[in-house]
């Protein structure tokens, strides 16, 4: 084998992936030379590589400058200057070698034509199972990179179309990645704010790919990702906007990232708050998980969602009530909802979707994922006092749907829920419980683990005191 640097593998076949001489990332050093492959020495060979015909007195034996391979004249007669070897003068390129030399060696001209020529002909053969591997051989991944950073819209759109073919060839990842496609898509997204649509949409399409590695997550977020996603989130095309926010919400399962999202200043939380309500039912279940990522971390999150929602007006509410029939919508409402409640200081602001959840429990769903959301979040709101008057009318609910669940999360949030109310309304509380649900509810709580073993210990301490001797 001719050619350098570790072996990966490309739909089916090993490939070499062309190395740089010095700094890998092209992105920062556009002017890059790449590793010479290795030179085949005269003696190794007695056949052309290509045609396998036998080299004598008149087929002679001929180097490619490109492969370092041996070759006949026949198949290794075009000449052409290879800048990105570091050679300025034609040299011979075998066949095999010559389509794609010759496009990668145009790209370092400064006619514009020529770059125009080099980025349609790489993204086209980067776009065929059967042209790509020579692309990623040769240098075509550095090329489209450094042609990627002109300001010529043909180009841009061409060669953003061939780096999202590349993305979509998981191997390549890590070659992407070093030789700078990351960051240069980022810069693209950040500077064109009203560029083609179509620039746009390959663009985010690549940045969604990476972030679904954790790994290319960090680094499209150290190359800077977060702002321009931001700003497609809020774009006027409904597809683009939903790529954005895809990305999106893979982005924000990176808690470093929550403080700059809802402090953002390009508006992204009310940007966000409003999606929930969308029309479209995936826009809005993607919404609805980015903002219960965002809830999952600090209180001061939690409390400006609630705030925000509250001044944009309730979006959360009318997510919860839009779409009654797609479960992955409530799961995913009720599970921001359920985060929200455990937030003291905005009760008040959240009675209205508290209500509009006891509501959806007494309807008993029957999908069990939004069951474990419904039951978590009324016991969470259970928890603060004010709360009990607005929750005593559903303990009836409580039972039926939680409290006699086989599941025993359910099971544990209708608990949590029901012993919350009995200490702060125990009247209302029992009152209800004696109507319906005291059997039930005192069956299940003997089922809990150690619970009566607890209660004896305390009553055993209590009654000490008792029966002491007067
Ligand atoms: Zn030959
Ligand atoms: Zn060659």
């Given at each position: 084998?001719?050619l350098?640097?570790c ?7 090993d ?7 010095g ?13 010479k492959?290795r030179?085949?020495e005269?003696k190794q060979v007695?056949?052309?590589?290509l045609?396998?015909n ?7 034996k001929?180097?490619?400058r490109?492969?370092?391979?041996v070759l006949c004249?026949?198949c ?9 070897l ?5 040299e011979?390129?075998?066949d ?7 496009l990668i060696?145009?790209a370092?001209?400064?006619?514009h ?10 993204t086209?053969r980067?776009k065929n ?5 020579r ?5 075509g ?6 042609l990627?950073q ?9 060669v953003?179309?061939?780096l ?5 060839h998981?191997p390549?990842?890590q070659?992407?990645?070093?030789a700078g496609?990351i960051?240069v898509?980022c810069?693209i997204?950040?500077r064109l704010r009203?560029a083609?649509?179509q620039i ?9 790919i990476?972030?679904k590695s954790p ?9 800077g990702a ?5 700003t497609l989130?809020m774009y006027q095309?409904p597809?683009?906007a ?6 999106l ?5 990176n ?10 200043s ?5 940007r966000?708050l409003?999606?929930?309500a969308s029309s479209?039912?995936?826009?809005q ?7 219960a ?9 939690r409390h400006r969602?609630v ?7 309730c ?7 839009s779409h009654?029939q797609?479960e992955?919508?409530?799961c995913?409402a009720v599970?921001l909802?359920?985060?929200l409640a455990?937030s003291?200081e905005?009760q008040?602001?959240l ?5 509009r959840?006891?509501q959806l429990?007494?309807?008993?769903p029957?999908?069990s994922?939004?069951?474990?959301q419904?039951?978590?979040a ?8 004010q709360n ?6 559903y303990?009836s609910d409580?039972?039926q749907?939680?409290i006699k669940s086989t599941?025993?999360s359910?099971?544990?949030h209708?608990m949590r ?5 009995l200490?702060y ?6 009152a ?8 039930d509810?005192l069956e299940?709580?003997g089922?809990?683990h150690?619970l009566?073993d607890?209660v004896?210990a ?6 000490a005191?008792?029966t002491?001797p007067?």
């Amino acid at each position: 084998m001719a050619l350098l640097g570790c072996r990966i593998k490309l739909e089916g076949q090993d490939v070499y992936p062309a190395r740089v001489d010095g700094a890998a990332d092209v992105y920062q050093s556009p002017r890059f030379i790449l590793t010479k492959a290795r030179w085949v020495e005269d003696k190794q060979v007695s056949t052309c590589i290509l045609c396998n015909n036998k080299f004598n007195q008149i087929r002679r034996k001929h180097h490619c400058r490109q492969c370092g391979r041996v070759l006949c004249n026949k198949c290794c007669k075009e000449r052409m200057p290879l800048p990105q070897l570091g050679i300025e003068d034609a040299e011979r390129v075998c066949d095999a070698c010559a389509p794609v030399t010759q496009l990668i060696t145009k790209a370092r001209s400064q006619m514009h034509q020529f770059q125009v020529e080099s980025a349609d002909g790489l993204t086209e053969r980067c776009k065929n199972h059967n042209s790509i591997k020579r692309v990623v051989e040769l240098g075509g991944i550095q090329t489209l990179i450094v042609l990627a950073q002109t300001e010529n819209v043909q180009i841009l759109r061409s060669v953003m179309s061939g780096l999202q073919a590349l993305a979509t060839h998981q191997p390549l990842h890590q070659e992407l990645a070093t030789a700078g496609a990351i960051k240069v898509i980022c810069s693209i997204l950040s500077r064109l704010r009203e560029a083609e649509e179509q620039i746009l949409t390959d663009g985010i399409s690549s940045l969604m790919i990476f972030c679904k590695s954790p790994e290319l997550k960090k680094k499209a977020l150290d190359d800077g990702a977060l702002n321009p996603v931001l700003t497609l989130c809020m774009y006027q095309s409904p597809t683009l906007a939903l790529l954005a926010l895809c990305t999106l919400s893979l982005i924000v399962e990176n808690p470093d990232t929550h403080d700059a999202i809802v402090e953002s200043s390009r508006n992204a939380l009310p940007r966000i708050l409003a999606l929930t309500a969308s029309s479209d039912e995936q826009t809005q279940e993607v919404a609805l998980k980015i903002l219960a990522h965002l809830s999952n971390g600090t209180d001061w999150h939690r409390h400006r969602i609630v705030q925000e929602d509250f001044s944009s007006g309730c979006s959360l509410h009318k997510a919860l009530s839009s779409h009654p029939q797609n479960e992955q919508i409530l799961c995913n409402a009720v599970c921001l909802i359920g985060n929200l409640a455990t937030s003291a200081e905005d009760q008040s602001s959240l009675q209205s979707v508290m209500v509009r959840v006891c509501q959806l429990l007494q309807n008993s769903p029957s999908n069990s994922d939004l069951k474990i959301q419904l039951s978590r979040a009324i016991a969470n709101f259970s928890k603060f006092k004010q709360n009990s008057d607005r929750l005593v009318p559903y303990v009836s609910d409580i039972v039926q749907t939680c409290i006699k669940s086989t599941t025993p999360s359910i099971r544990v949030h209708g608990m949590r829920a029901i012993l919350s109310l009995l200490s702060y309304s125990p009247s209302q509380t029992t009152a209800e419980l004696m109507r319906d649900g005291a059997v039930d509810l005192l069956e299940s709580l003997g089922k809990v683990h150690g619970l009566l073993d607890s209660v004896q210990a305390t009553l055993t301490i209590q009654a000490a005191a008792l029966t002491r001797p007067l």
